[in-house]
């Protein structure tokens, strides 16, 4: 069965609105958001404070409740902001970190995220910096592969450094790079767009897809879901990459970001329809 709820439910115009991500949390499903109200371009210029927002909607597993959690502050337009969440054992929070002109850090705010409210907490947070995809290198077993150039990927024996294996990518590495049973998996983004399983042994493909972008995927053992061409969410075999089927989305599309979730034995995803109205969707994985 398909269940859907709609995100955005204001009554209210935002200048920007982002799904931050979707998360289990405490045996539910959260949907975090982040919002800041609309604003003219003389109220910018003249450095007005601006309502923004954290929202929440906690979902019970099967999608017949829905808990809408809201808190709204003041900033100053001047900054950019970036957000984030994390956790601390079992806590999650949220991190907004403030930016002037010229990326300079300023500060931020932190709010952790309860079952029945979003609390404002009194601490700042050091942000780490943050390593994109394609400069990370990643270990597995005895080898390591990383990015050698925007569009080379490369396996070395971590001992001795001796290179291995080299692979073209059709374009920029966007996702994590992981591993099962010697088979890599990753997903390209930009011209040419591809999800991949690469032999983590000889560097040869195993499947690939044309997705036209793949910036996230999920994957449960030997099954993968990914978002196809046409932004539908496909689940394959990630052993031989096989599609075994569609999961069914109705009329609906993935969300251009693919923030997607396979929690116990269910698919979660942010998607839009024609209008360009955000929901979240649930449907069971067989």
């Not at 309502?51 to 100053?76: A, G, M, N």
Request: charged share 25%; proline share 1%.
């Amino acid at each position: 069965m398909t269940n859907y709820h709609t995100l955005n439910t204001f009554n209210n115009s935002f200048r920007h609105y982002r799904v931050v991500d979707i998360v289990p949390f405490q045996e539910k499903i959260a949907v975090l958001q982040f919002a800041s109200a609309d604003v003219s371009k003389k109220m910018v210029k003249e450095g007005v404070y601006v309502d923004r927002y954290i929202l929440v909607d906690i979902f019970s597993e099967d999608f017949t409740s829905q808990k809408r959690l809201s808190f709204f502050f003041e900033e100053e337009t001047c900054y950019n902001s970036d957000v984030c969440y994390y956790w601390e054992g079992e806590r999650l929070f949220m991190l907004i970190e403030y930016y002037k002109l010229g990326n300079i850090f300023v500060t931020n705010k932190v709010f952790e995220i309860t079952e029945n409210e979003v609390i404002e907490q009194s601490f700042g947070v050091i942000p780490q910096k943050q390593t994109f995809s394609d400069a990370k290198v990643y270990c597995f077993g005895d080898k390591e592969v990383f990015m050698q150039s925007p569009f080379m990927m490369s396996c070395r024996d971590k001992q001795h450094q001796k290179t291995l294996w080299k692979y073209k990518l059709s374009a920029y590495l966007y996702t994590e790079v992981e591993e099962y049973n010697d088979i890599l998996y990753f997903g390209t983004a930009g011209k040419g767009g591809y999800f991949y399983g690469v032999s983590v042994n000889n560097g040869q493909t195993v499947f690939s897809y044309n997705t036209g972008q793949t910036i996230r995927f999920v994957r449960k053992g030997g099954r993968i879901i990914i978002s196809n061409k046409k932004q539908k969410p496909m689940l394959i075999n990630a052993l031989t990459g096989e599609i075994i089927h569609l999961l069914d989305i109705g009329k609906y599309t993935i969300d251009y970001e693919q923030q997607m979730l396979w929690y116990k034995g269910r698919f979660y995803g942010i998607v839009r329809n024609k209008e360009n109205d955000l929901l979240v969707v649930s449907v069971e994985v067989n």
